[in-house]
């Protein structure tokens, strides 16, 4: 059962990275993962039905692992698009392709090497938190000197 997990959240985790930098930059982060979120299910409960596992873990692995994935993905996609502003038109918002093209690989990395070698997935989990969490207090530091000079 546990490597059916495991390769559920991989194929979850694949699922967030490729529709988190495909999903247009205006959509805010929740609506990412509501949208993702069902497809991350599916993609764990197809794991885990080809295993003959029972499906009740499929719910908590897709939301974990997609929803994970788009909000990090769009986050650096987003970075993406914040550098090249001011080479974009309107009508090219959305991230620049070589971020997609590296994205969509290693979405296409997890998702095989993690039905190959189940716990990889974990691997990928860990650092995708890793990753948003080191965003995130950078983003806050940021800002902090604005913040002492209310």
């Known amino acids: 059962m546990f490597l059916a997990i495991c ?13 988190g930098v495909v999903f247009p930059p205006i959509m805010p982060t929740w609506g990412a993962v509501a949208g993702v979120a069902p497809i991350g299910v599916i993609a764990a409960g197809a794991a885990l ?10 719910l908590p692995v897709g939301l ?5 994935a788009v909000a990090v993905t769009r986050d650096v996609a987003s ?5 090249q502003r001011d080479q974009l038109t309107g009508a090219e918002i959305q991230a620049p ?24 997935s974990l691997v990928a989990l860990l650092a ?12 806050q530091r940021k800002h902090e000197g604005l ?3 209310r």
């Open 64 to 68: 974990l692992g997609a929803g994970l």
């Open 147 to 149: 913040r002492v000079l």
């Open 79 to 83: 970075g993406a698009i914040r550098r």
């Open 128 to 139: 995708l938190a890793s990753l948003g969490i080191s965003r995130r207090q950078r983003a």
């Open 7 to 19: 390769q559920g959240l991989g194929l979850a985790i694949a699922a967030g990275l490729i529709l």
């Open 49 to 58: 039905n080809g295993a003959d596992e029972a499906l009740w873990p499929a």
């Open 97 to 120: 392709s070589g971020v997609t093209v590296i994205v969509v690989i290693a979405a296409v990395v997890v998702a095989a090497v993690s039905l190959v070698l189940a716990p990889v």
